[in-house]
């Protein structure tokens, strides 16, 4: 059975109310010149765009609904590195991926990486009702899904990003976008692994 949706409400306001690990000038330090190089290969090699921006001041705004209802401002969550995943019970590809993207959700727990998978479904009911029948293993603390607030399309936090078609990802650090990953992954394969230990060093 999911684990209570109480816990990863807990889990998900610790992360939006204070800097789970470092500062920013820390985060940029771990990433310096051989890390950069190597997070490179490690982009090439998953078929991954890199970023390097800052959120605008939109995207950073931008409030994303929680499970009690209440709406965090994406700038505001913190962790060690946010994994943002755009996605829906209704799209095949999102499925496809999610036993990987909770399998890598479980392994890196203890590495303070936040799973914020942002729904396109129309109500969390429909999304419990889905994991109820998708898997009868429990969901980590630190995957945390949220819904999209808005449903005119191109004004909601998909577009705000670029993201036409679901699922894409986007890893987050430091309030800077790191990277893009363009349709369904093997969360869980050897070059991502490689590119996660070198973010998280």
């Not at 129309?122 to 999209?148: G, Y």
């Not at 986007?170 to 309030?175: A, E, K, N, R, V």
């Amino acid at each position: 059975m999911a684990s209570p949706p109480d816990r990863r409400v807990r889990w998900f306001a610790r992360a939006a109310g204070v800097v789970v690990f470092g500062s920013l000038a820390a985060g940029i330090a771990s990433v310096g010149f051989g890390a950069r190089t190597e997070m490179d290969v490690y982009l090439r090699r998953s078929r991954a765009e890199r970023i390097g921006t800052p959120m605008t001041p939109a995207q950073a705004a931008y409030g994303v609904e929680a499970r009690d209802g209440t709406r965090v401002r994406l700038g505001d969550v913190r962790a060690r590195l946010v994994f943002l995943n755009f996605w829906g019970t209704f799209c095949p590809p999102c499925i496809e991926e999610l036993p990987s993207l909770l399998a890598m959700a479980r392994a890196r727990q203890a590495d303070g990486v936040l799973v914020l998978a942002v729904s396109y479904d129309e109500s969390f009911e429909v999304v419990d009702r889905f994991f109820r029948e998708f898997t009868s293993e429990s969901i980590p603390d630190n995957f945390v899904v949220v819904r999209d607030p808005e449903t005119a399309a191109g004004r909601d936090l998909k577009a705000l990003f670029g993201t036409e078609k679901i699922p894409e990802s986007y890893i987050l650090q430091d309030g800077r976008i790191l990277a893009r990953f363009v349709n369904a992954r093997d969360w869980i394969h050897p070059d991502i692994v490689g590119l996660f230990n070198v973010l998280l060093r």
